[in-house]
Each structure stands twice: as structure tokens, then as C-alpha cells.
């Protein structure tokens, strides 16, 4: 004779309330420690990465306003610039095409930012405002001013006069 695996009705309602109280929180193992500390590793390269690109962009940045390297031994070409103009940005862009085609370190580029003491300065000692590229020789003295919106070629062949010079 078999015996009857059912169990009775009173069993199986204590049987029903013990599983959730039976399952205890797990605790971490090893590969639960191992993720967390994959994803925290991921997270410092991410985090750290995005900071050693925010301060070569911000040292660049005050590289590139630093107005006293117009006096530097080498031809160097200022911006007159308002960062909140979309022409002084316009210029900027062509600016920036017109040196890819020159070698690093014949030309130097400089910004002048009219919304610091310093770049205003520096725009009325000149008589001049936004959306204008001064071109200075290697001895920092004034040889051309360029005023308003330019084609990188145009920007390119006004360059290249000043290295001839």
C-alpha cells in the first residue's frame, strides 16, 4: 500500500506562511562583491576621465586668453571676442580651420574676451570690438585688422601675409 503524500490542509497553510519568513536576506558573496567593485572601478575611470578632460579644456581655455603672449617672439593673431556673439563664435570656427593649416607653433592664437576687464582692455587700447582678429608680428607690433564675419581661406591667406612678413 502506498502512503499518501498529501498533506493536510492545516500543513499546508503553515507551509505557505513560513516561505516568505523563510527567506532570510542573502548575504553578499564573493561574486556579488566582486561586481560592486568592477562597477565602482568603471565609475572612477568614467568620473576621473571626465576630469582630466575639464581641466585640459578650462587650461586651455586660460592659455588661450592669456594676452601677453603677444609679445612672444612669435606672429600672433588676437581675437576680439564675446563668448554670447554667434558671429564672434562664427569667426572663432573659421579662425580655427584657417591655423589647422599651418604648423604648430608658427602661429600663435590668442582670445580676448570682451566680457573681462582684461579683453575689454585690451579691444579699446586697439579702438576696436567684437568680431575682429588683430594680427600681430613676432616683435608684437599691430600689422593688420580683420573686422567681421571671414572665410577660413580668406583667414588662411591673410595668415600666410603675416608669416611673410
Avoid: W
Wanted: glycine content about 8%.
Amino acid at each position: 500500500m502506498r502512503k499518501s503524500t498529501k498533506t493536510r490542509p492545516s500543513a499546508r497553510k503553515s507551509q505557505a506562511k513560513a516561505k516568505p519568513n523563510a527567506a532570510a536576506p542573502a548575504e553578499n558573496t564573493r561574486r556579488d562583491i566582486l561586481r560592486k567593485a568592477r562597477n565602482a572601478a568603471i565609475g572612477i575611470f568614467i568620473i576621473g576621465g571626465g576630469g582630466i578632460v575639464l581641466a585640459r579644456s578650462v587650461s586651455g581655455a586660460l592659455e588661450e586668453q592669456d594676452l601677453s603672449r603677444v609679445e612672444n617672439g612669435t606672429p600672433t593673431i588676437v581675437q576680439i571676442h564675446d563668448p554670447q556673439c554667434s558671429l564672434c563664435r562664427g569667426l572663432q570656427r573659421q579662425t580655427r580651420k584657417a591655423l589647422k593649416h599651418f604648423d604648430d607653433g608658427a602661429l600663435d592664437y590668442v582670445v580676448a574676451n570682451i566680457r573681462t576687464a582684461e579683453g575689454s582692455r585690451f579691444a579699446a587700447q586697439h579702438g576696436v570690438q567684437h568680431v575682429t582678429l588683430l594680427l600681430f608680428d613676432s616683435e608684437g607690433t599691430l600689422q593688420t585688422v580683420l573686422q567681421g564675419q571671414r572665410h577660413h581661406s580668406q583667414l588662411r591667406d591673410a595668415f600666410q601675409r603675416l608669416l611673410s612678413n
